[in-house]
């Protein structure tokens, strides 16, 4: 069969046809296939791109040049090289996100390093008289706390306004965690008690953590690690709650300081019913009051309230009854019903001693009697009527055993004009009828004239 090629007449004589079994073989090695040609890097242009001015014969297949379907002869890339450049621009903005990832920490790390120590004063009083004792709820109902609220209650927050540099929101948010603040170190049982710290140490500022944990564990009157100074703490070994309602009142105001800085100051008194720690349960007749008064400053910036901490800046504490030889920086001690005042003074200090001064050395005030709550069987009995008239002295016929001499005609009533007007009065306003009997009339000094 004669194939495109051949001679029309057939293969001429003289020639061998061994050769055509051979001839489809004779150009295999320049016979270019499918994949030869699609990976050819340069193509020519079909005869009607030739036609445009200043074409080129041939065109470059590289990702890198214009060469594919999209751009033919108008110097446009084609997809290939958009492919390219879209791979290579993805691959530098991996590379520029990296870099800036590994310059800039996207995580914010806690702040723990810019928080100001805790200054804090524990002043004891002394009582100047025997500590009442009685029922809780008598307690409270002659004390000056009867109108105080109980528990949370008594910690109102103030009317909220913007600032300058906070929102109204984030002025509620840091009276909130005062409030916080304040149920938790002064109104938690646990915590009273000296069992818990860990629900105030969470509202506190990581920077003040590990002045909180020495405070806990070596608590000292140096004027940075009392432990009451952070919270209320009873000795557990001196006393406890005869009543878990306490009652409190004070007041909370706000202000800021820098536009980073918001502050808030809190005064309050809290008064607490205790009773000998081995004794009866709560409402006992040897309960006592015993009153604690906390002025406390919390500091809050922008991350404060949005992790709901506060950063304690100082604590001022006045709390008593209490003998002033006790140190009250682990926990209050309080003198219980029947005790009587003290007259030792506070600890004594070494100013030769080394290492933290005893700050607080020597503070010891002494307790208003009117702020306890007064013991009725104390009171002095109440005094007679000054209307009672004193009891008649015998006359001589008494002392005969004769009839008892009659009473002493009342003194006479003062000299007045008439309806109660005084003489001179009466005698220049208002003189009296001729036929009336003017009461109060002064009786003529002598006999009438004739």
């Known amino acids: 069969m004669a194939v495109p090629g051949d001679p029309p007449n057939g293969t001429p004589e003289g020639i061998g046809g061994g050769d055509d079994e051979l001839r489809p073989d004779e150009y295999r090695s320049v016979v270019f296939d499918e994949d030869f040609v699609r990976a050819a890097r340069l193509q020519e242009f079909s005869a009607q791109e030739r036609m445009g001015e200043h074409a080129r014969a041939v065109r470059s297949r590289s990702i890198w040049s214009g060469g594919g379907s999209a751009g033919r002869g108008n110097g446009t890339p084609g997809r290939g090289a958009r492919q390219g450049m879209l791979l290579v621009l993805l691959i530098a903005s991996a590379f520029a996100v ?14 723990g390093g810019n928080a100001e ?105 140096d004027g940075r690690h009392a432990a009451t100074g952070w919270l209320v703490r009873f000795d557990p070994q001196t006393a406890a709650l005869a ?39 709560g409402g006992s007749d040897a309960a006592s009051l015993f009153t604690v008064r906390r002025e406390l400053r919390l500091r809050f910036d922008h991350e404060d309230l949005t992790t709901r901490r506060a950063e304690l800046d100082s604590s001022y504490v006045m709390a008593g009854p209490q003998d002033c030889a006790a140190d009250p920086a682990g926990g209050f001690r309080p003198l219980l019903a029947g005790a009587g005042p003290t007259t030792v003074g506070p600890p004594v200090s070494d100013p030769y001693a080394s290492g ?46 004769g009839a008892a001499a009659p009473p002493p005609a009342p003194p006479p009533p003062p000299a007045t004009g008439c309806a109660g007007r005084s003489p001179r009065t009466a005698r220049h306003r208002a003189p009296c009828s001729r036929g009336s009997s003017c009461a109060g009339r002064r009786p003529p000094r002598g006999p009438p004239r004739g």
């Open 98 to 111: 990296a870099v800036y990832l590994g310059l800039r920490n996207p995580y914010v790390p806690p702040a």
């Open 117 to 221: 120590p805790l200054s804090s004063t524990v002043v004891p009083l002394t009582p100047s008289s025997a500590v009442p004792g009685g029922k809780p709820a008598d307690l409270y109902a002659r004390s000056p706390a009867a109108e105080y609220r109980t528990g949370a209650a008594g910690i109102t927050l103030p009317a909220v306004r913007r600032t300058h540099h906070f929102t109204e929101s984030q002025v509620v948010a840091a009276l909130s965690i005062a409030k916080d603040y304040l149920v938790q170190s002064s109104l938690d049982p646990d915590v009273l008690s000296g069992t818990a710290s860990r629900p105030v140490r969470v509202l506190l500022d990581p920077g003040q953590l590990a002045q909180f944990d020495e405070s806990m564990t070596s608590p000292s009157g």
């Open 243 to 281: 009543d878990s309602r306490v009652r409190v009142s004070g007041t909370l105001a706000f202000e800021e300081v820098s536009p980073e800085a918001l502050v808030v100051t809190t005064d309050h008194t809290f008064v607490y019913a205790v009773r000998g720690a081995s004794g009866p349960p």
């Open 356 to 401: 933290h001064p005893r700050r607080t050395a020597g503070l010891c005030g002494v307790m208003d009697p009117a702020a306890a709550a007064p013991d009725p069987s104390a009171q002095p009995p109440s005094a007679q009527p000054a209307a009672s008239s004193p009891p008649p002295q015998a006359g001589p016929a008494d002392a005969g055993g």
